[in-house]
C-alpha cells in the first residue's frame, strides 16, 4: 500500500537540542516537501525538493536544514536556531509534474521545552 | 507568502444541510485545489480546478472557480458527521512550482 510515513508521530525535545523528523515514501515521487502547521493556522512551506540530491528553500527555512540522499526520504532537522520550533510539521510529496496534487503524510507533533 | 484565505473561518451545521466555503487569492494561478484535513492527520486532497475551467463536481463536492474575482468556493451537498475537519484552499500561482496554502474553514456537521 503506497503512501508517506513520518515518525515518530509525537517528540519531546529540551530547548538547544536539534532534532531530526523523517519522511518515507514509497510512491516513487520525484518532488517532497516539508510544511509546518501553527494552531489555526494555514500550512507554511518550510524546503522542498524536486530531484534527488537539490532542495530549495521554502517561506520559512531558517532554523531547519533538509537532505535529498534518496528518492524515497527527505529528513527534516530542526536546528537550536529555530526560535518557536513547536509545531506540527507536514511531509508531502508528488510526481512534481504541473498541476500534481500533494500527497501528505499524518505528521509529526513535535513539543520544545 | 499565503495565496488563499478561506472564508469563513469556522462553519457549523447540521448533518443534511448543504456547506459552502469560500477562497479567495491574489496572484495569477495555474490550478486550485482543495483539501481535507481531519483534526491531527495529513491533508488529504479532494478537487482540482484549472484555470480554463469555471466549475467541476466530484461526489457530493462542486468547486467553482471565478479568475476574474480571484475567488472559488467549496459547495459539499447533503453533508454528514463525517464531514466534519478543516477544508483549505491551495494555489500553485502562475510560474511556481510550489502550493501555497490559506488559512482553513474549520467545518463542524452536527448529527
Known amino acids: 500500500d503506497g503512501g508517506i510515513t513520518q515518525s515518530p508521530k509525537y517528540l519531546f525535545r529540551k530547548e538547544g537540542q536539534n532534532v531530526t523528523l523523517s519522511c518515507e515514501q514509497n510512491l516513487n515521487h520525484d518532488a517532497m516537501y516539508w510544511y509546518r502547521q501553527d494552531p489555526g493556522q494555514g500550512l507554511r512551506l518550510i524546503y522542498y525538493?524536486?530531484?534527488?540530491?537539490?532542495?530549495q528553500k521554502g517561506d520559512i527555512a531558517e532554523g531547519y536544514s533538509v537532505s535529498r540522499e534518496k528518492k524515497e526520504s527527505f529528513p527534516l532537522t530542526v536546528t537550536s536556531a529555530q526560535k518557536n520550533p513547536t509545531a506540527f510539521y507536514l511531509c508531502?510529496?508528488?510526481?512534481?509534474?504541473?498541476?500534481?496534487?500533494?500527497?501528505f503524510g499524518n505528521g509529526t507533533r513535535l513539543t520544545v521545552t | 507568502s499565503q495565496q488563499g484565505e478561506e472564508d469563513p473561518q469556522a462553519l457549523s451545521i447540521q448533518e443534511g444541510e448543504n456547506a459552502t466555503m469560500n477562497c479567495s487569492y491574489k496572484?495569477?494561478?495555474?490550478?486550485l485545489q482543495w483539501y481535507r484535513q481531519n483534526s491531527g492527520r495529513g491533508l488529504v486532497h479532494l478537487i482540482l480546478i484549472r484555470s480554463n475551467e469555471r466549475e467541476k463536481h466530484s461526489g457530493r463536492l462542486r468547486v467553482t472557480l471565478d479568475t476574474s474575482k480571484k475567488s472559488s468556493s467549496l459547495l459539499i451537498t447533503a453533508s454528514r458527521a463525517a464531514d466534519t475537519a478543516s477544508y483549505f484552499c491551495?494555489?500553485?500561482?502562475?510560474?511556481?512550482?510550489?502550493?501555497?496554502f490559506g488559512k482553513g474553514t474549520m467545518l463542524l456537521v452536527s448529527p
Open positions: 525538493s524536486q530531484i534527488v540530491n537539490d532542495f
Open positions: 491551495a494555489t500553485d500561482g502562475s510560474g511556481y512550482s510550489t502550493l501555497t
Open positions: 496572484t495569477s494561478i495555474n490550478n
Open positions: 508531502a510529496s508528488s510526481t512534481g509534474q504541473g498541476n500534481s496534487p500533494l500527497h
